[in-house]
């Protein structure tokens, strides 16, 4: 399947692997981008020396694209930012900010770069700074959230910007990216999915507690705070809700939720851990190499669209 996000990025599929923090790592990566996919390296919060290991070793299991998530609100963004052009790293998402003071640079290095919004005006001002694509990410998805679903969000923000637009949030099959075509997509960026890869390092507790999420297992915190994250329930998630709605001050809340991320990933901590997924988790049935994913939804993608596809090139 071609398309407009295939072709930018040089990749067999329209599948783009969120950036998550601490599971979108090497082996993950390399993983999608074997199977046809964009495979990315989530920096979140990581020093760059790190972030270039990572980009090294990813580059010892494949010679196909990858890119590199760049999470603005990091401290340590100007030198993850200058990492990825030394590198050669072709193609970056970024979260959490505006990556304006970046794309000079970025742009001189050949370097794709693909902002996530949750909202029509981010869009507009991406694409004014000189992005080449935006992820379209609604509510559903996990991890920090916006407001607006990714069923209203992607069509309007497609209404709105020139450049191509990537669905994310909620999508999990090939029923999911078949939609997110029919609302103007040009491919899509999934995570859930994806935590439970074969390839993906995540602690098989969590794996576990996705894999036999039910529709209503998911919650958000945060909300109060104006930093809404979607996680699965559990103790802390519970505990965090009570603590929100007596007020009690951010700082307490924060420390809550310090290295719970950590916890669920790397421990298996299911009781205490932050166990980001999206709505989808509830549609995530069985651990599959990241081939086997691909393949399983652009085959149900096919099906749908036997009778054409609206969106290929």
């Keep these: 399947m ?3 996000i295939t072709e ?25 981008s074997e199977a046809g996919g964009l495979g990315l390296i989530g920096a979140a919060s990581a020093p760059p020396e790190i972030v270039r290991e990572q980009i090294r070793k990813v580059k010892e299991l494949t010679e196909k694209p990858f890119g590199v998530n760049v999470m603005l609100m990091n401290p340590n963004a100007a030198e993850v930012a200058q990492v990825v052009v030394e590198e050669g790293v072709k193609v970056v998402t970024t979260g959490a900010g505006n990556p304006a003071k970046f794309m000079e640079l970025w742009k001189q290095a050949g370097v794709k770069v693909i902002p996530v919004v949750a909202s029509v005006a981010m869009a507009k001002i991406m694409e004014k700074s000189g992005a080449d694509a935006v992820v379209a990410e609604g509510t559903e998805s996990g991890g920090h959230i916006g407001a607006a679903t990714t069923m209203t969000l992607v069509p309007q923000v497609v209404d709105a910007v020139n450049i191509p637009v990537i669905a994310a949030g ?41 894999i036999k999420a039910k529709d209503i297992d998911s919650e958000v915190t945060g909300r109060s705070t104006g930093h809404p994250i979607r996680v699965l329930r559990n103790k802390m998630t ?7 709605a007596d007020g009690v001050p951010f700082e307490e809340l ?24 999206g709505q989808s988790a509830g549609m995530v049935k069985k651990e599959q190499s990241c081939r086997e994913i691909i393949e399983e939804i652009m085959q149900e993608a096919d099906a749908l669209f036997s009778r054409g596809n609206p969106a290929a090139v």
Excluded at 202 to 209: D, Q, T
Excluded at 238 to 243: A, D, Q, W
């Design 2 to 4: 071609k398309t407009e």
């Design 254 to 277: 924060e420390r809550l939720t310090l290295g719970s991320l950590r916890k669920a990933v790397m421990e298996g901590d299911v009781v205490n851990g932050s166990l980001m997924a």
């Design 170 to 210: 909620g999508i999990a099959d090939g029923r999911g990216v078949a939609a997110a075509f029919m609302l103007g997509a040009k491919a899509v960026q999934m995570g859930t999915r994806f935590v439970v890869a074969k390839e993906s390092i995540v602690h098989a507790n969590y794996k576990e507690r996705v």
């Design 238 to 244: 519970r505990e965090y809700l009570k603590m929100e």
């Design 8 to 32: 930018l990025l040089g990749i067999e599929y329209p599948v783009i692997q969120g950036g998550m923090a601490w599971v979108a790592e090497y082996h993950l990566a390399a993983a999608v």
